[in-house]
C-alpha cells in the first residue's frame, strides 16, 4: 500500500504533477527538489462494477479498489486499449476520483492567476 501525498495549499510552492497515463494503472506524483519515487501513487486506471449481493452491483472507480473485499464475477472497463484512450467519458471519471475528488490521496487544486 502507498502512503497517501497530502499538501497543504500554502505548502506547494512551485511543485509540477506527473502523470503517466498508463492502460492498466496511472501513477502521479508531485516533482520538485526533494520528491523521490517512493511518493508516486500508482492508482488503477479502471472502473469496474461489483456483485456484491443479489440487487448490490456497486460501482468501484479508480483508488475505490482497495475498498473492494471480493473481485469475484468483477466487471472491469478499462477506457485506455491498446495505448489509446477509446472512452474519454470514462477516463474523466476516473481523473475526477483520482486527482480533484477532496477524498482524493492525491488531491489537485487548479487555480488562475489573474492576468494584471
Known sequence: MVAAIKVEPSAIGHQTLIIDNGGHTIKAGFSNATSSAEECRI???CIARGRD?????????????????DFAEMAFRRPVEKGYVTSWEGELEIWKQAFFNSDAKTYVSITSRSIA
Do not use: F, M, T
Open 43 to 45: 492508482i488503477p486506471n
Open 53 to 69: 449481493g443479489p440487487r448490490s452491483h456497486r460501482i468501484y472507480v479508480a483508488d475505490q479498489l482497495d475498498e473492494c473485499k
